[in-house]
């Protein structure tokens, strides 16, 4: 580790490193001549550490593997997975970059999360509201970091594909990624998986699918008739679409929907109503009200939310529900495999 640091600084460019130096003898002044804590300038220092780093670090990688032709952004650990295997199995996986945003853009605060300011918002209502531990928060944002820095590394010469579904979570996060690249000239082509299914296989019920519902043979059919039947993303429809971000960066809403063909930003209780529609439905085939495990609950809703918005986001309502005594629970509601719960 003390080595790479050494080779990091080393590798500093002068006005790089005269910037950061300044932006220490910044602080260090602030603490002696004004309000600014010394535990603050300790966080602060912290923060700047870990991005120099990772940025560095992920430069450093991308030097060392061999220059690659075409970059995919893709939203989701499944969906990257697929994707991943069609490309080895394409025989370019040493060619095609695969970026991964492994969040579920549907769920959360996105008020300005293309800032620092903003993604410390989102991490810190996920820390509250899903109790992530320390580790799962660092490691979140150690994710989200790292796609940042991939999506800035991006060589101006290299094509870029963005995959996307007819859902909030991917539409979101296309958003926000084309934000993101704004200012690079790179050729941008856009797939719109659920779009490609129904025209490949006949298929009209696909709702709200999402990439990473689609069997690994069938993205790969889809990959295969992106150069023949895609075209590249207008300087118009770019601007359109980070026009479309910038608003959704000033809400604070943390629930967004896909409804007619845009992401629409509702509350958090609008997911109640399905919650509450699946409980009923148990009950109607129970003689008398009894117990439901929780997960029972959280799967029959799901699946008649025609939405992607994950288990993790209505077992949050759920638990709501039941602290505003719509439901009542048994059990220790620390996870939704211990406790049971009825309507009132």
């Known amino acids: 580790m003390i080595e790479n640091l ?11 490193a005269k910037t950061l130096l300044y932006h220490i003898f910044l602080r260090m002044n602030l603490v002696e001549e004004t309000q600014y804590s010394q535990e603050q300038f ?25 220059p690659y032709k075409k970059v995919h952004i893709i939203f989701g650990v499944s969906a990257s997975g697929s994707l991943r295997m069609v490309l080895k199995e394409s025989g370019v996986s040493g060619e095609e970059k695969v970026i991964t945003f492994s969040d579920l853009f549907s769920i959360g605060p996105v008020w300005q999360l293309h800032t620092e300011e903003g993604r410390e918002a989102r991490k810190e209502w996920f820390t509250e509201h899903f109790r992530y531990s320390e580790g799962d928060s660092t490691h979140y944002m150690q994710h989200f970091q790292t796609a940042l820095n991939e999506i800035y590394s991006i060589p101006s010469d290299v ?22 690249l704004r200012e690079k000239i790179n050729t941008i082509t856009i797939i719109n998986t659920a779009e490609a299914y129904k025209q490949h296989f006949n298929r009209q019920d696909t709702r709200s699918l999402y990439t990473g519902e689609i069997s690994t ?40 929907i896909w409804k007619n063909g845009c992401v629409e930003s509702v509350t958090e209780e609008w997911c109640d109503s399905y919650i509450i529609q699946a409980a009923q439905k148990f009950h109607n085939k129970q003689k008398q009200k009894n117990f439901m495990k929780a997960a029972r609950v959280i799967g029959e809703a799901l699946g008649s939310l025609e939405q992607y918005v994950g288990d993790e986001f209505l077992e949050y ?28």
């Open 6 to 16: 050494k080779k990091i600084i080393d590798d500093l460019p002068e006005k790089e």
């Open 42 to 66: 300790f966080t602060d220092m912290s923060k700047t550490y870990k991005q120099i780093l990772n940025y560095k670090v992920n430069q450093m990688h991308n030097k060392e593997n061999k």
């Open 159 to 180: 094509p870029v594909t963005i995959w996307t579904g007819e859902n909030a979570h991917e539409q979101t996060g296309l958003r926000f990624v084309l934000y993101l």
């Open 217 to 256: 043979e069938r993205l790969q059919t889809i990959y295969d008739e992106i150069d023949r039947l895609i075209q590249p993303l207008t300087i118009q429809n770019r601007d359109r679409l980070v026009e479309e971000w910038l608003r959704l960066a000033d809400t604070r809403e943390v629930l967004r």
């Open 317 to 344: 309502r759920l638990r709501m529900l039941i602290s505003q005594n719509v439901f009542e629970a048994i059990g220790s509601l620390e996870a939704m495999r211990y406790y049971s719960v009825r309507l009132q």
